[in-house]
Every structure is written in C-alpha cells, then in structure tokens.
C-alpha cells in the first residue's frame, strides 16, 4: 500500500514570496491534515480536512496561511507572502477517520531567507 | 489547555541497555495516546496507539504502557537501529486534533 505523498521535498524561498505545497494521502483515507514542524519540536496541527470540508482550522495563520483540498483527495497548502519564522517542515498525514492512528508523509521543509 | 511533557529531552544508551522514556499529559478527557518514531528528515512512524489505563502494547523491542496521568515506552536491549526521536501525542475527546509533545531523541551506541 503506498503512502503519503508530498512535494517538492525541499523548497528555498526569499521572504514576501509565495509557496505551495501538495500532498496526495493513502487510498480510501477521508481525513487529511497539514502540520507544522519547528525543529526541536513536536508537529503542531494546521489544518485538518474531512473528506472535502474543514473540521479544525483554529490555528492556521489565515492572513497568510490556505489550504483546500480538491475532491476530497489531493490537498495543498499555501503561504502568500512567506515570513522567515514559517521556515518549518510541513507535513501532510492522512487517516481513515479522525479517531484512527494517522500516517505521515515524508514532510517538505521550507526555508525562508 | 491539553499539554504533553516528555522526558528527558535526550537519551544516549550502549546496545542491550534497557531503559524508559516518559509522556505526562493533561487532557479533559482522553480518546487515544499514539507513540510515533521519527527518523531524521522523515516523517513519524505510527508505532502504539493506548485507549485506557493499564493498557499495553509490544512491537519487537519495544512496550508502551498507560496510566491515568503518563505513559511510558520501554526499550529492552536496544540496537543501534532503535536510534530516532520518539514523539508522544494525545487526542482529546473533545476534539481531534493530536498535541504532540517536543520528543526524547534516543542515541543507542555499539
């Protein structure tokens, strides 16, 4: 069984740009949510998606932070205009409902300069 | 306001060595307490997912306990290959989103 998939895998951008990230969860997976990964810390929730609707985006700095996701399979995230604190790995995990264990991609780190 | 504290930060051990390491939490209510291992520049591994007190769950050398207040992922005779950071989360009844703690890096040496 394949994984979750996310890309680009690395990404360098200079502040006030703009970046997106995309992620496609395990088959059959109708939860998806987006974390952030500060380094020497625990993966924050950002958003989370039940099939195509919104359950929790109380912390998603929405001024510049969007995510959707299309058909309620692949999903991206987007940062318009990028701050050097986002510098982060965002991980994307998928389960098969909200109560189940979740399975994380590979992670794409951003660094902001 | 749900927290998880995990302890210690940092864990060197010589191969066979066995030890602990610790998750405190504060939920108003528990739904689940997940282990996840986390090599570096990957995402976490699913490992344990604990419901109630006085659960337990194995994976080769490794055991996951639960109490009302901690939890604890024991390491019999580790290997070089047992060397990752191990991430503890909860998932409130009143919501669903994991809050995960800042991980105990564990260091095993030949």
């Known amino acids: 069984e394949a994984g979750v998939a996310q890309s680009p895998r690395y990404k360098i951008i200079e502040k006030r740009q703009s970046v997106a990230f995309w992620c496609n969860p395990i088959s059959g997976h109708a939860t998806l949510y987006w974390y952030q990964q500060i380094l020497g810390q625990g993966p924050k929730l950002l958003i989370q998606?039940?099939?195509?609707?919104?359950?929790?985006d109380s912390q998603l700095p929405k001024d510049r932070f969007s995510a959707e996701r299309l058909k309620g399979v692949d999903s991206t995230l987007k940062i318009q205009p990028a701050k050097l604190e986002d510098s982060a790995v965002y991980l994307c995990?998928?389960?098969?409902?909200?109560?189940?264990?979740?399975?994380f991609g590979p992670g794409t780190r951003l660094t902001v300069t | 306001e749900d927290q998880v504290t995990q302890s210690p930060e940092a864990l060197r051990l010589q191969e066979g060595e066995s030890s602990s390491l610790n998750c405190s939490y504060t939920?108003?209510?528990?739904?689940?307490l997940f282990w996840y291992r986390q090599d570096p520049g990957k995402g976490p591994e699913f490992l344990f997912t604990l419901y109630s007190a006085g659960e337990e769950k194995e994976k080769e050398r490794l055991k996951a306990t639960l109490t009302k207040k901690e939890s604890f992922l024991h390491i019999t005779a580790p290997k070089p290959e047992d060397s990752a950071t191990y991430l503890c989360?909860?998932?409130?009844?009143?919501?669903?989103?994991?809050?995960f703690g800042k991980g105990t890096t564990l260091s095993v040496s030949s």
């Open positions: 939920v108003s209510g528990l739904r689940g």
């Open positions: 989360a909860v998932q409130d009844v009143a919501g669903t989103a994991l809050i």
């Open positions: 998606f039940q099939n195509n609707g919104v359950v929790d």
């Open positions: 995990a998928s389960s098969f409902a909200v109560t189940y264990e979740q399975y």
